[in-house]
Each structure stands twice: as structure tokens, then as C-alpha cells.
């Protein structure tokens, strides 16, 4: 069984696209949704999902929600007996993700509008498993913290993709997972 596999088939891509991208939502392309970010090509999220291990119940954290489609991939993979908390810099694509993410009908997720400034989400804090769908140029401390001890952190760090895992005690390891181009993580609007 490929959980992955069957929250792609839960909800799909064309759903959290602008109507004119809607009939490419089965290329595994990055797509435009405006203010110069994109959905993540399917197979790029695939493998993102997949390193993140989300169990059922897992509290999560989704950082650059865009429009919306990772988060609803996440709250598929926690279930109703888990939560997940999407944020985004841009106004108009957290109005965009909120309303695609309403349509799927998981009301155990939400997106935030993030704060100018801050990275993740801290005030509910810790998570056990965080999303990152932009590019830092180094490891943020600040999202480190946020995960839980234990719990695991996928982000794209200067190109490459990286997993960070945080055991009982609160140490953390990396592990590198090939080259991927995102969009830059940015603190500010």
C-alpha cells in the first residue's frame, strides 16, 4: 500500500490550479498559480511526501501552502485524528489555498497567513513532521525548532533536497536526497 499514491488519487492536482492551468494539471510540470509562485510538479511532492514518512495523527506543519495542494495532501495522510497548519506570505494565495483546501472537506487543516518576518508557524509548535516547499539558502534554526523531538522536516536547502530528523533526545541528522529547483523561502511580502 502506497499512501502517497492513494492521497494523489484522494485529491487531485486540478483542483488547486487557476482555471487556464487546470488542463495540465497531468504533466509533471511546475505550474503558475500567480504572484510568481508555482504548484510543485506532482513528482517533486511525491518524493517530498515519501521522505516525510506522515503518519495518521501526526500534528504538521506546511511552510509555502501556496495553493493549497500540499496541504490537503498532508491533512489526507494525517486523517481527522491528526492536524496540519499550511502558511503563506502572498494574501492572494492564502485566499486561493483556503478556498481550494475547503473544498476537499478536512477541516483538521487549515491555512495561515504567515507573518512578515517569522518562518513557520511557532505559536503551535511543536510538529512532528514539517513541509518546506521553498528553497532556503541554508538550514533555518527556526524551523528546526519547531519540530518535535522526535519528528522529521523535508526542505530544500541550496538545491538540495534534505531530510532532517529529530530524535527522542532532541539531536538532529541530515540526510541529502538529490537536486531540486524550488521557489526562494522568504521571511518577508
Do not use: C
Not at 511532492?45 to 500534528?59: N, S, T, Y
Not at 511557532?122 to 519547531?146: G, N, W
Amino acid at each position: 500500500m502506497d499512501r502517497v499514491r492513494d492521497a494523489f488519487a484522494a485529491i487531485p492536482r486540478d483542483g488547486f490550479l487557476p482555471p487556464e492551468e487546470r488542463t495540465y494539471a497531468g504533466f509533471d510540470q511546475p505550474l503558475p498559480i500567480g504572484r510568481g509562485q508555482t504548484n510543485s510538479q506532482p513528482r517533486t511532492v511525491a518524493d517530498m511526501l515519501h521522505l516525510l514518512e506522515v503518519r495518521p495523527g501526526d500534528e504538521v506543519l506546511d511552510v509555502g501552502s501556496g495553493s493549497g495542494w500540499t496541504t490537503a495532501l498532508l491533512a489526507h495522510l494525517t486523517g481527522p485524528e491528526g492536524s496540519v497548519v499550511g502558511v503563506e506570505l502572498e494574501p492572494s494565495l492564502v485566499r486561493f489555498g483556503r478556498h481550494n483546501l475547503a473544498a476537499t472537506g478536512q477541516p483538521w487543516a487549515r491555512i495561515e497567513k504567515a507573518r512578515n518576518g517569522v518562518l513557520g508557524w511557532p505559536k503551535k509548535a511543536p510538529y512532528d513532521r514539517i513541509l518546506v516547499s521553498a528553497e532556503a539558502e541554508a538550514m533555518p534554526r527556526e524551523l528546526v525548532e519547531q519540530l518535535a523531538a522526535p519528528g522529521q522536516m523535508v526542505i530544500p536547502v541550496a538545491g538540495m533536497m534534505m531530510l532532517v530528523e529529530r530524535s527522542a533526545t532532541g539531536q538532529a541528522r541530515l540526510s541529502s536526497h538529490g537536486w531540486y529547483r524550488f521557489v526562494p523561502l522568504r521571511r518577508k511580502a
